[in-house]
């Protein structure tokens, strides 16, 4: 595998957002190749899907890797990453992880989920696996803003 793509974090969102409104990969870059956003103004009209167009434009191959091998946020905030995992994973603060100062602790994924978050996160985070006695393949993970 060779680099990561990187991508902003509203540009995550995006994706995230059609990806969780049922949008497949296949039907994104159909519409990117038309350049054609108009239908997806009803999902989140807030966000200028203009923008993943122009990414989409710049280099179709890259873009076609963020999609189908991953990509990795280039600067991510404690909100922001609150976002993605709300929107990639449907977890959110106090009932799927405790939110802290430094990060989030107590939050519980399986192998694939932890393979895409070490993926995506930026540099400025550090993830803790913390070993679980449990009959699934679920993992306790501590993610902390390492600056």
Do not use: C, H
């Amino acid at each position: 595998m060779g680099t990561t793509n990187k991508v902003t974090l509203m540009e995550a969102y995006m994706i995230e957002t059609l990806r969780s409104n049922g949008i497949s990969n296949e039907e994104l870059l159909t519409q990117l190749e038309q350049g054609d956003s108009s239908s997806w103004v009803r999902i989140n009209p807030n966000y200028s899907y203009g923008d993943l167009i122009s990414l989409y434009q710049q280099d179709k191959n890259a873009f076609t890797s963020i999609l189908t091998e991953g990509y990795q946020v280039k600067f991510i905030t404690i909100r922001g990453l609150q976002g993605l995992l709300e929107l990639k994973f449907k977890k959110t603060a106090g009932k799927d992880y405790t939110l802290t100062d430094e990060g989030m602790k107590q939050l519980k994924v399986d192998e694939g989920e932890l393979e895409t978050l070490k993926q995506f996160l930026s540099q400025n985070w550090t993830i803790t696996e913390l070993p679980l006695e449990t009959e699934d393949e679920t993992k306790e993970i501590t993610i902390l803003n390492g600056r």
